[in-house]
């Protein structure tokens, strides 16, 4: 399907909405005034998500679920969060036993694991939030309001990430994918960012301007290791907040591991010749398309993961990349396909559809990735059991 394809299906703005957008699109006109007509996409995507109480993140909107403009595999089963649960387990016995999420979403994956490792008998000591949505915090808290107390009282939310370090587990489900990042594209006479500028009626417009130092010396980094060189007029992504994030979670894990899952590709996959229009895409009610100027602060905007950036950075923090697979094998090594079959009749069936999406390549399985980050940890973990993909990074 064409962009333009998929543009002429969203569904037209409710008042609401477009109110909202409106009231973003002010904001991002006057950031762009004071920048001199331009910014770069990095500011544009964060402001988009993120700048408080207008961008995507900061919302009141649904964003997760039937009604929302996505889905995670939080919402599309528990069988998810069980199989993280039996990962969490051996990690959670040799440790301190707390475990910190970085990004709860709706709270589903939460409520899950709580209760799974309740049934096992390993309740961490404590089950700390990051959340920096106001609207996901408010939606979390009222959706874990519902476990039982002596599970809830496990739970609490902070503002930063923890002075003490932790041991045990940090979890991070589709938290890299909303990092901003800049949008580059290889010209003849050299790299340069797209970024946002102002047309004549005030419309925002896509715009070019040359790759500052900084980012040109990260991406000669980047492409100089590839096995193959990229074409002229080659466009990407490029994130230079991945490893400063990065560095701050491992500063707070002082024992234990820390699981990543997001949708992203090995390094010479990911900058691929025949990948040559990146992979930026937006979502509105379930509809992906790739224009980022399309219904701002009401879609979200995310870019696939380069997992060879993140072992770097996990390396520069004193990490150690303890396993790369699929989401299939992970959570086939945590026991899926023995879950799913459990149950009789109509929960059966329930079950085995919600794994085959979580499971199949044109589903989530494939393009889903799960990389185990560790400190002082050397026992083997059962999601990598399957498969191990570090060989690729």
């Known amino acids: 399907m064409t962009a333009s394809a ?9 008042a609401a909405e477009a109110e909202h957008s409106r009231a973003l699109l002010e904001l991002l006109r006057g950031r762009i005034r004071d920048a001199h007509g331009f910014v770069d996409f990095e500011t544009f995507m964060e402001l988009a998500l993120y700048a408080p109480g207008l961008g995507y993140y900061s919302a009141g909107s649904a964003k997760l679920g039937a009604a929302g403009d996505f889905v995670t595999a939080p919402e599309i089963s528990p069988l998810f969060g069980e199989c993280v649960a039996q990962q969490c387990v051996p990690i959670l016995e040799e440790t301190a036993g ?17 209760q799974r490792l309740d049934a096992l008998g390993r309740l961490p000591r404590r089950y700390a939030i990051l959340e920096v949505s106001a609207d996901l915090k408010a939606r979390q808290r009222e959706h874990l309001e519902a476990l039982p107390p002596r599970i809830r009282q496990r739970v ?4 930063r990430l923890p002075q003490q370090p932790l041991a045990g587990v940090m979890l991070a489900n589709e938290v890299l994918d909303a990092l901003p990042v800049q949008r580059l594209v290889l010209r003849a006479d050299g790299p340069r960012v797209r970024g946002v500028g102002l047309g004549a009626d005030g419309a925002l417009i ?20 590839l096995p193959e060189p990229l074409p002229e007029d080659y466009e990407c992504e490029l994130s230079l907040r991945l490893g400063p994030w990065l560095a701050s979670l491992a500063a707070c894990l002082q024992r234990g591991v820390m699981l990543l899952f997001d949708y992203g590709l090995p390094r010479a996959h990911y900058y691929h010749p025949e990948r040559r229009y990146g992979t930026l895409r937006c979502h509105f009610r379930h509809r992906a398309h790739d224009d980022p100027l399309r219904c701002v602060g009401v879609q979200d905007i995310t870019a696939w993961v380069d997992f060879t950036a993140v072992a770097e950075a996990a390396d520069a923090g004193g990490l150690e990349v303890l396993g790369f697979a699929t989401q299939a094998a992970f959570l086939l090594g945590n026991g899926l396909a023995e879950r799913a079959a459990s149950g009789d009749g109509i929960e059966r069936l329930r079950r085995a559809s919600e794994a085959h999406r979580l499971l199949m390549p044109g589903e989530m399985g494939e393009a889903f990735k799960v990389m185990a980050l560790g400190r002082d940890w050397r026992a083997p973990l059962a999601g990598f059991a399957h498969q191990d993909l570090r060989g690729s990074l």
């Open 156 to 159: 609490s939310w902070l503002e």
């Open 98 to 114: 707390e475990i910190l999420e970085i990004g709860a979403g709706s709270g589903r994956l939460a409520a899950v694991l709580l």
């Open 206 to 225: 896509e715009q070019e301007r040359p790759a500052p130092a900084e980012v040109r010396a990260r991406l000669a980094a980047v492409l100089g290791a």
């Open 6 to 14: 998929q543009l002429s299906t969203l569904p037209a703005l409710t």
